[in-house]
């Protein structure tokens, strides 16, 4: 098994098409309010969701999909995705490190139009289980100043989440939907996917924060580092971050923190 051999592996899917009803269903799933027209700015991991599974389930990295986890994500939106666009989706393998016990993929994603401009633009960690010896993932970032707390809620995780997100974001790893095979990847039963975690937190804090109807995500980054289960109720945070439309967020189980090293910026509400 040589996992670097991923390095530098390109993936290109044309004919991403922002779709009404999937959109509508991505949003409902999340609690996501964005304006009549325009998808969730999250629901581009729904778009990319195949390149992810052409990465993880490459024969070089050799393992079970429910044995993959997602790590760290990072987002930049350049404009709202259309409702009825055709966008193509690329991707690379940035690098594939030591990460923890095990090892991590990191995969640059874009969605871009018709025209070639990137509308988002994506970094992904995922963490694999079992480590092959590869140096140290050594990236480091900036975390802006915490301010005052601008906001405070509770979002419930039902037990019926994980199909419905699997569905809504075209992302049916077991380690979701199946209580066995989610137990032999050291978790005590099915997991809610971290994307949903965090969609379904940042747009409830983005929805109390806006106060224009064009203000929207701009930028996010997040680390993953307890996972969810089906029937918990986590409490998000967000706190004035040095800079105008920032917000470092917090979000905690039992007091414990499910998202770490976690911020946003939110453009078009002054």
Not at 48 to 72: C, F, K, M, N, S
Not at 166 to 179: E, F, G, S
Not at 238 to 243: D, E, I, K, M, R
Request: with cysteine; charged share 25%.
């Amino acid at each position: 098994m040589n996992r670097q051999a991923l390095v530098g592996r390109k993936y290109h899917q044309p004919g991403l098409i922002v779709d009404a009803a999937e959109s509508a269903a991505y949003a409902s799933c999340v609690g996501d309010e964005s304006p009549e027209g325009v998808a969730p700015p999250f629901f581009a991991v729904k778009l990319v969701a195949g390149l992810w599974r052409r990465i993880y389930q490459a024969p070089e990295l050799g393992t079970a999909d429910q044995l993959v986890l997602h790590a760290e994500q990072r987002m930049l939106f350049h404009r709202p995705m259309r409702i009825g666009e055709e966008l193509t989706g690329h991707a690379v393998v940035r690098d594939v490190v030591g990460f923890g016990f095990g090892d991590a993929a990191i995969i640059r994603c874009a969605l871009s139009d018709q025209d070639g401009r990137d509308i988002v633009v994506m970094e992904s960690t995922l963490a694999v289980q079992g480590a092959s010896g590869l140096a140290p993932d050594r990236r480091r970032y900036t975390q802006p100043t915490k301010k005052d707390l601008v906001v405070r809620l509770e979002k419930h995780f039902g037990e019926e989440l994980p199909q419905r997100y699997a569905d809504a974001a075209d992302d049916h790893n077991p380690l979701h939907l199946d209580d066995d095979l989610a137990r032999q990847a050291g978790h005590p039963r099915r997991i809610v996917h971290g994307m949903c975690t965090l969609a379904t937190g940042i747009s409830a804090l983005a929805n109390k924060l806006r106060t224009r109807p064009e203000g929207r995500l701009s930028y996010l980054r997040a680390r993953f580092t307890r996972p969810v289960l089906p029937g918990d109720a986590v409490e998000f945070t967000a706190h004035q971050g040095g800079a105008s439309g920032t917000y470092l967020v917090g979000a905690k189980l039992d007091g414990r923190a499910v998202l770490k090293s976690t911020w946003f910026r939110m453009t078009g509400n002054d």
